[in-house]
């Protein structure tokens, strides 16, 4: 799927391009037969309509707009409910100062705070609810996936934008920062902060300066760390969601490679110093699991000649 808008009509218009690994008589042994004649000659597909939820500046709309049946290629059209504020030159007025300057000028100024917006749309959803067995593939602006993760609260939108942002050719700091601030957020479902974690390996590279990577050691250090002295803190694992996060922040660092394939050696020395200086003395748990991430981690170095 694929998405334009239309400013002039404030509308959506969503190409949308559909495969089926079945056909329409294997279909028709399935159901007895019971809706061949909904189809028509040629017609791939299955019967219903799948929901685009649409999210927009004024709120969240449900459109059960795009047919499972019917031509491969289509092309829809969403009205959307949201407009932007016309922009209006400002003349000047009598009591303008010498410099040109007006008083009024700034509080007209607030009322358009997106500048830089071109359209009421924040992100698009096709079929939010998973009522399809289909593999979905959307394409749409980077900013739309980036608020997508930032303000969907349902776990798989949140998944579904990591792996998208994660596949942009051109990983740019906007990707990192937002990353890196689902990473931070703790109201965030662990899962989903862990997977941000690894995708923040995966954009360490040097087109982003190894962003990825200097955000996962400050993250950890920021958590475990003394302030005072720099090293790690004796253990406590008392919150879960948080030691699952923390735990795959190792793993995570041993897979950035640099540009010579080796492991940076801040990677290195990182991993090596959460293994040197582990202490569990004062914990009510176990930390077996933890030394045995930490030493898997340590095998996933490539250490290279040092």
Request: proline content about 6%.
């Amino acid at each position: 799927m694929g998405l334009s808008y239309n400013k002039r009509r404030n509308m959506i218009e969503l190409a949308v391009l559909r495969g089926c690994t079945s056909n329409t008589r294997s279909m028709s042994e399935v159901t007895g037969g019971t809706f061949s004649s909904e189809f028509k000659t040629g017609d791939i597909g299955w019967p219903g309509m799948m929901s685009v939820r649409v999210y927009e500046l004024d709120g969240m709309y449900d459109h059960p707009s795009l047919p499972m049946a019917g031509d491969t290629c289509q092309l829809l059209e969403i009205q959307c409910h949201s407009k932007l504020a016309a922009r209006r030159m400002q003349r000047p007025k009598k009591g303008s100062k010498a410099d040109g300057s007006d008083d009024n000028l700034e509080a007209a100024a607030t009322t358009d705070s997106r500048p830089g917006l071109e359209s009421p749309l924040l992100w698009l959803r096709a079929d939010p609810e998973m009522e399809y067995l289909a593999e979905i593939s959307m394409h749409q602006p980077l900013q739309m996936w980036i608020n997508q993760l930032e303000r969907d609260k349902d776990v798989v939108a949140q998944l579904q934008a990591i792996a998208t942002l994660c596949t942009f050719p051109q990983l740019s700091f906007a990707i990192v920062n937002a990353l890196n601030n689902c990473l931070m957020d703790s109201k965030v479902f662990w899962r989903v902060r862990i997977e941000s974690a690894f995708a923040l390996a995966n954009t360490a590279t040097e087109e982003t300066d190894w962003a990825g990577l200097t955000h996962l050691i400050k993250f950890y250090k920021s958590r475990r760390f003394d302030p005072d002295i720099g090293l790690p803190r004796p253990n406590d694992f008392r919150d879960f969601p948080e030691y699952f996060v923390l735990e795959a922040i190792p793993i995570a660092i041993s897979m950035v490679r640099g540009c010579d394939g080796k492991s940076p050696p801040e990677a290195v020395d990182f991993i090596l110093q959460l293994l040197k200086y582990n202490d569990n003395s004062r914990n009510p748990y176990s930390d077996v699991y933890w030394l045995a991430t930490v030493v898997d981690s340590i095998g996933k170095i490539d250490f290279g000649q040092r």
